[in-house]
């Protein structure tokens, strides 16, 4: 077993209405209220695990640019750490949506341009086919998303497991082939629920979230996830929490 060090990788805010756009919010001038109806306030998180032989990518958030800069913001993030997008040796995907694969792929002279080119892919096989249905296409970039195949390394999940440290469970809610994962390490369990455990607040109390394909599935999975997790001392992940990217119950 190893170590591990794990890194939010913070994009910063935004709202998200039924529209599915998402639309930058800075707290310290933007007023939610003035915001589309039924907008909700994101932050966009992806996370760094790094272990003595990899830097694993798990979600590869929006895929916005800095517009001061120009850069990629999850570029400027891993150059942070000390990392270009070349180290990344894996990505590992909870699911297709904009927000979660936005920065797998990124246009540069009218062509889309692998963001991760040395990484292996790792991604559910019942997911991609569900992103390239034309009837997702609100959900869904589609036309990034069917170029994966060609231009990326991609290991389909199977059997449980991405690596030895890293069990999946596909258990749906948020979307029909959504998946979780719980990472072993030396140094403590850690768990990233993607979109079916997005914030603290949903662990802590029983919430119905109208964005689910299936609302009470994700429910029922977050009151299961919470005992799990108090009861074997995991420490979340939170894609979309505004204040506790990690946080034991």
């Not at 800069?69 to 894996?90: F, H, M, P, Q, Y």
């Not at 694969?101 to 990484?119: D, P, S, V």
């Not at 390239?132 to 998303?145: M, P, Q, R, V, W």
């Not at 603290?200 to 005992?227: C, H, M, N, P």
Request: some cysteine.
């Amino acid at each position: 077993m190893m170590n591990a060090t794990i890194t939010p990788l913070n994009e910063g805010y935004y709202t998200i209405g039924f529209d599915k756009i998402f639309f930058p919010f800075n707290p310290d001038i933007d007023i939610l209220e003035e915001r589309s109806w039924g907008s909700l306030l994101v932050e966009i998180q992806p996370f760094l695990i790094q272990t003595e032989r990899q830097n694993i990518l798990i979600d590869a958030g929006l895929g916005f640019l800095n517009e001061k800069t120009g850069v990629l913001k999850i570029e400027e993030n891993l150059a942070e750490r000390g990392l270009r997008r070349s180290d990344i040796t894996d990505v590992v995907m909870s699911h297709l949506h904009k927000d979660h694969a936005g920065g797998l792929l990124y246009e540069k002279n009218g062509e889309q341009i692998l963001a991760f080119e040395n990484a292996v892919h790792h991604i559910n096989e019942k997911e991609y086919e569900n992103a390239t249905d034309e009837k997702n296409a609100l959900s869904y970039d589609i036309e990034k998303i069917k170029l994966l195949p060609s231009l990326a390394d991609i290991s389909w999940f199977a059997g449980g497991q991405v690596f030895d440290f890293m069990n999946y469970e596909q258990d749906g809610g948020h979307c029909p082939y959504h998946t979780s994962f719980v990472m072993t390490f030396e140094n403590g369990i850690y768990f990233f629920g993607g979109d079916v455990a997005p914030q603290i607040k949903q662990l802590k109390f029983r919430y119905i979230a109208k964005y689910d394909v299936d609302g009470r599935r994700s429910a029922e999975l977050r009151t299961e996830y919470a005992k799990r997790g108090k009861d074997e001392d995991w420490t979340f992940m939170f894609y979309h929490d505004v204040s506790m990217p990690m946080s034991k119950l």
